[in-house]
């Protein structure tokens, strides 16, 4: 069996995303999550929220992690995580929700603009979209922190930086979803929620 893999900021931010996902998933059934990184979350949230079939997914060198701590975990809500990059091919849905957490920073600006542009073909008509990470506001950091989490993020990969949210949010809207709910997090981050329009 894999060993798991453990995020400390995982653990630190589950219970305010939790909060989050309580309100504006309380009527969702099928959520797929973008990135699921260590696991943690996809077990934290599946156990808290029954109703939900939370499906994670990620990069193949992710998946042994995931795995491990679905297993041991059990939960009858939580399928196997799926293989998956948001410039391969998409699975299929339809999914009435879908969640990704400390994502966007990472990937390049042209995988964010896919990731938006996908989003249409695998949800249903009123999907709902929650998205975790760091926002700048109108092209400013929003803490002396996050402009220092920048720079290491650059110096790590040039394609990496923290999104302006009104960038973001012009994504959301051309694939038609609406700006619901910016709410502020611990450690001068967001939740950003959209709603997909109908037709």
């Known amino acids: ?66 795995r491990a701590w679905l ?24 999914f009435d929700a879908v969640f990704s957490a400390n994502t966007l920073h990472i990937m390049a600006w042209p995988e964010v603009q896919r990731l938006f542009a996908q989003l249409p073909a695998i949800t249903t008509d009123d999907a709902v979209l929650v998205i975790y990470g760091p926002f700048n506001a109108q092209g400013r950091y929003s803490s002396e922190s996050n402009a220092a989490f920048d720079q290491w993020l650059k110096a790590r990969g040039a394609h990496m930086a923290i999104r302006d949210a009104e960038a973001v949010d012009a994504l959301a809207d051309a694939a038609g979803f609406r700006l619901l709910a910016d709410i502020a997090m611990p450690a001068n981050n967001r939740c950003r929620v959209w709603r997909r329009r109908h037709g």
Do not use: C
């Open 1 to 66: 069996m894999a060993i798991k893999p453990h995020s400390p900021s995982s653990e630190r931010n589950r219970e305010p995303i939790l909060g989050v996902l309580r309100e504006y998933f309380s009527d969702r059934r099928n959520v797929l999550e973008i990135g699921s990184g260590t696991g943690q979350h996809a077990v934290h949230f599946a156990a808290a929220l029954p109703w939900l079939t939370w499906q994670s997914s990620d990069r193949a060198e992710n998946l042994p992690g995931i």
């Open 71 to 94: 297993d041991e975990a059990a939960l009858p809500n939580t399928p196997a995580p799926l293989e998956f990059d948001v410039n391969d091919t998409w699975p299929p849905g339809p």
